[in-house]
C-alpha cells in the first residue's frame, strides 16, 4: 500500500510541475517587446542608423516575430518580417525553422544579448550578437 501511495504522489508532483510550465515560461524574461541597440558581426560594430534601430524582437510563449526596419524613398519601413516558432533549452533559443543555428541568450537589467554562431553558404563560421533592449513586458 506504501508504495502504491508513493507511486500516486510522485505523478500527482509530476502533473503539477508539468502544468506549471506555462505559466512560468508567460512570466520568463524574455517574453516582451526587445528594441535593438547594436549589432556586431565577427568581432566588429555594425553600425545602425536611426530608422534600423526601431527593429524589433518579440518573444511570445511559443513564437519569436522580428521586424526588420529600413529606410525607403525616406520613410522609415518595416522591410521585413520574419516569424518562427521556438523553445527554450536553459540559455538556448531552439528555433523550429533553424534548429542547427546556434542561439544563446543573456538577459541582464532589461538589456537582451543574442548570440548566433553558423557557417555561411561558403562553410565559413561566423559569430553575430545583438543586444536589444526591452521596450515592454
Not at 500500500?1 to 510550465?21: D, H, N, P
Request: charge should be neutral; proline fraction near 3%; aromatic fraction near 10%.
Amino acid at each position: 500500500m506504501r508504495k502504491l501511495l508513493t507511486f500516486i504522489y510522485f505523478f500527482s508532483t509530476l502533473s503539477v510541475v508539468f502544468a506549471q510550465q506555462p505559466d512560468s515560461l508567460a512570466t520568463h524574461p524574455l517574453i516582451g517587446t526587445w528594441t535593438i541597440q547594436e549589432q556586431r558581426l565577427d568581432g566588429g560594430s555594425t553600425h545602425l542608423n536611426d530608422c534600423e534601430k526601431q527593429s524589433t524582437y518579440i518573444f511570445t510563449t511559443d513564437e519569436i516575430i522580428e521586424n526588420y526596419y529600413k529606410n525607403y524613398k525616406g520613410n522609415c519601413v518595416v522591410l521585413n518580417t520574419n516569424k518562427d516558432k521556438y523553445t527554450l533549452q536553459g540559455n538556448r533559443i531552439i528555433r523550429r525553422d533553424e534548429p542547427e543555428l546556434n542561439n544563446t541568450f543573456y538577459i541582464r537589467d532589461n538589456i537582451l544579448t543574442l548570440t548566433f554562431s553558423g557557417k555561411d553558404e561558403d562553410g565559413n563560421k561566423h559569430i553575430a550578437i545583438i543586444i536589444l533592449k526591452k521596450t515592454n513586458p
